[in-house]
């Protein structure tokens, strides 16, 4: 029939052409920069008003033009989100196997030259972090770590067998890999891969990252191309709001999701709104986003792309969390531990890679996404539970 006909077109399709970083390579950043910049009314109405939304779009809604349409906004994000999603949040809990780390970056605490406390975790160590884990209820789990060789491939061929038949999801976000790597650990289980760009603009990511192989920014920029390219179901992209300009970058990942979107049509894509937090050695962000403007946000992507995931972590306050419940999140953390260890031994604290802000205990978050009209499922979100 014509869909299979068209599958077996797409699947005998040359090499993909052009990876992102091309598309980065020949754009200006003030060019994008203006183009938020520009927007006005007439370009929010026509955004408001369309069904399938482009990129200029995307544009005109995270604009300073449509901050008086916020509610507008938010009830119409609420509304696609239900109708696509169902009233169901997933939660997840991020597991933190190591936070050595050979790289230098400006905003983290596991940064090589803070004096920290390193661990790694070694596999008793995981399997009591894996029950305290269990123990929650969580079923879809984040394994996340710092950058080094001493944790890469063969720690996570030998780790991902120990901890993928607790849970029917796993997702992982550590450092790029190669495209044959990542089909290595598809399969053995992994099912998405974070990779966080942290900022589209060249100079700034260096300035941020000072040493290691992430100060390789087109490495990393390319990384969601190889991902797809190995057939991983799950995509996840971001960054870290507050090292640039929070709308240019934000503009410049709504390209990259599309530039994706058209190439790896199988998978399924994530974002998240990482905000800067406090940590060891932390910097003043360079842009500041509201919690205002952070709603406006939120709400422009669910409008851009109805069927996008989106994750909230506990990086943002409870009140934030608990208002943002509704407004267009499939996915949340929830009394998460960004330390080695630290689901099973509370005395880990020192090891933390940033503060976290909402600590309520899981029981707590339950409740609150129950009082605001959602059921919580434990696992990914799947679409065969969701709505009309
Ligand atoms: Fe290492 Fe990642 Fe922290 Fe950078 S952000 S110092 S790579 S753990």
Known sequence: DGASHKIRLLEQSPAIEGQFSQFVESTDWQVVTQTHQAKTEQDVLRALAKSKLDVDDFAALISPAAEPYLLEMVTKSEQLTLQRF???LS???????SNTCANECTYCGFSMSNAIKRLTLNESQINKEVAAIKSKGFDHILLVTGETNKVSMPY??????LIKPHFSQLSMEVQPLDMEEYKRLQ?????????YQETY??????????????????????APDRIGQAGIHKIGLGVL??????????????HHLRHLQKRYW?????????RIRPCEGGIVPKSIISDRQLVQLIAAWRLFDRDLEMSLSTRESPTFRHHAVRMGFTTMSAESKTQPGGYAD??????????????????????????QGRDVIWKDWDPALSGP
């Open 346 to 371: 509370d005395a880990q604290d020192a090891l933390e890679q940033f503060e976290i802000s909402d600590e309520r205990p899981v029981a707590d978050i339950m409740t609150m996404i129950r009082e």
């Open 241 to 254: 709001l507050g090292l640039e300009d929070w709308r240019t970058d934000s503009l410049m990942m709504a």
């Open 86 to 88: 169902g009233n169901t």
């Open 201 to 222: 603009r060249r100079t700034t990511y260096l300035e941020h990252h000072l040493r290691g192989n992430k100060s390789n920014f087109n490495y990393r920029l390319d």
């Open 91 to 97: 939660l997840f809990a991020p597991l933190y196997l």
């Open 156 to 161: 996570f061929e030998r780790m991902i067998p």
């Open 266 to 274: 199988r998978s399924r894509f994530s974002v998240a709104f990482p």
């Open 187 to 195: 399969g053995i289980g992994l099912d998405g891969v974070l990779v």
